[in-house]
């Protein structure tokens, strides 16, 4: 068996990220193997559901990944307080006779940046701007371990479970074909209970907020595994609509150089050389300083400093995202002076608590929401883009009035280039072909 093969012809990309080529990122041998189970987004249930439905899938495609891998380690990464996912692992652990261990960890934010959980597995800090393989570690989403269950019985990526929770009627997590509406998935799950509104595609924290207009011309990608319905006017929506002058004028007017920011940032306490409160003291004073702004290259946009430590609502997540695209526009990258990393000895004590951080947010009434599980979206027509992940689109294989199958591939990668195969969600007929192919159910 081609492992490598399979999972390149299946599609298969980084399921809870940016959506690196797997294929590529298997291609190596490490000490290592970490399945990212964390589901690090407050609120998102989707890998939750993926564990105690699926688990000897993903304990038996992970063993598989690791042996290739020539792990000697290979662990599953989920929280302590996963009760029902845990027993359902270590069921399918006993039952494959596995040599899969699992990793408990608390529950805390931002628990499955895949920096920070290499940390926690092996100790070890990877440099910034570096990989986890430089540490002798490669981590996989606990959806993309699934997705490669499937491509070795020969099933391309063709859907995603996804977590429509928030301001809707009938919360849910729902089977999607990929390039499926995000509005459709809304009315899914009995419509948005607001007139207006926001939705963040991914969780609070990270997750792009759009518009509901611009909702009706988003779909659903091989990365997406939450949809969360939020009023327009709530406090994680318009912080995103201040401007980086509004962001600077706050900041020489209120920052008061605590370093909360700074000592509650999650790359900073595993030993970056990361200062939020330094580069947000610079962008005040108007300096250019550009050995202290440099460091906003360092940054994950995990966003603890403006949506938890700022004790006066400030941006250094987005004066930082800012500063860290100033930066990339003129192909300056950060240069490590050193590969000696010192974490914080207060670390432990510095951890942001899952709960604290939903309350923080606003966002507690979402909490506890029930919500209904096995539903299956169906729709009539799917628009499924050519480029979902890093690297090249494919380029289509198919033309308008192409009849397809369901997992019937519609987009190859060229030959040479790094990007990922792309296949039809469903039966039907394309009618469109551009940056997406369309397809209408027939």
């Not at 990122?25 to 490490?30: A, I």
């Not at 089977?175 to 499926?180: A, D, E, Q, R, Y």
């Not at 003291?281 to 700022?310: F, H, P, S, W």
């Not at 507690?364 to 539903?375: F, V």
Request: charged share 25%; net charge positive; hydrophobic share 40%.
């Amino acid at each position: 068996m081609d492992l490598l093969k399979k999972v390149k012809d299946a599609g298969i990309i980084g399921a809870g990220g940016a959506g690196f080529p797997t294929h590529v990122k298997l291609n190596t041998k490490v000490k290592y193997f970490i399945v990212n189970a964390l589901e690090c987004e407050p609120l998102l249930q989707s890998d939750k559901y993926l564990m105690r439905n699926h688990s000897d899938e993903i304990v038996g495609a992970t063993e598989i990944i690791g042996k290739s891998l020539g792990a000697e380690k290979i662990v599953i990464g989920l929280k302590n307080v996963y009760y029902n996912e845990i027993d359902a692992l270590t069921n399918s652990i006993k039952k494959l006779n596995s040599s899969v261990e699992l990793f408990l960890n608390r529950s805390f934010y931002p628990a499955g940046d895949e920096q920070i959980l290499v940390y926690e597995v092996t100790g070890k800090t990877i440099a910034p701007g570096a990989i986890p393989s430089t540490v002798g570690a490669v981590v996989s989403n606990v959806g993309t371990v699934f997705n490669v269950f499937e491509a070795l019985k020969d099933e391309p990526v063709t859907y995603k479970y996804v977590t429509v929770v928030g301001e809707v009627a009938s919360p849910a997590i729902v089977k999607v074909p990929i390039g499926t509406k995000v509005t459709e998935c809304i009315e899914k799950c009995g419509g948005a209970t607001l007139g207006d509104y926001v939705v963040i595609m991914g969780g609070p924290m990270m997750g792009k907020k759009i518009s509901k207009e611009e909702a009706e011309n988003t779909v659903i990608t091989k990365t997406n595994g939450g949809i969360i319905v939020i009023p327009k006017d709530h406090y994680v929506a318009a912080r995103e609509r201040l401007t980086i002058e509004e962001m600077v004028h706050r900041a020489k007017a209120a920052c008061e150089q605590c370093r909360y920011c700074t000592e509650l940032c999650p790359r900073y306490q595993i030993g970056h050389p990361l200062h939020p409160h330094k580069i947000m003291r610079t962008m005040a004073l108007g300096r250019n300083d550009e050995e202290v702004l440099k460091e906003a290259i360092m940054c994950c946009q995990c966003g603890v400093c403006e949506m938890y430590a700022c004790p006066n609502g400030l941006s250094p997540r987005r004066i930082n995202g800012y500063v860290k695209a100033q930066f990339g526009a003129k192909g300056i990258k950060w240069k490590n002076k050193t590969d000696v990393f010192t974490g914080d000895p207060q670390r432990e004590f510095r951890k942001v608590p899952t709960g604290m951080l939903i309350t923080r947010l606003g966002m507690n009434k979402y909490k506890g929401q029930p919500y209904k599980e096995n539903e299956e979206l169906v729709p009539a027509q799917v628009s499924v883009p050519l480029k979902q992940g890093i690297g090249a689109p494919s380029t289509a294989v198919v033309k308008v009035g192409d009849v397809v199958k369901k997992g019937q591939m519609i987009g190859a990668i060229d030959e040479g280039k790094m990007g990922t195969n792309v296949h039809a969600s469903i039966d039907g007929t394309v009618v469109e072909v551009n940056e997406n192919v369309v397809i209408k159910a027939i």
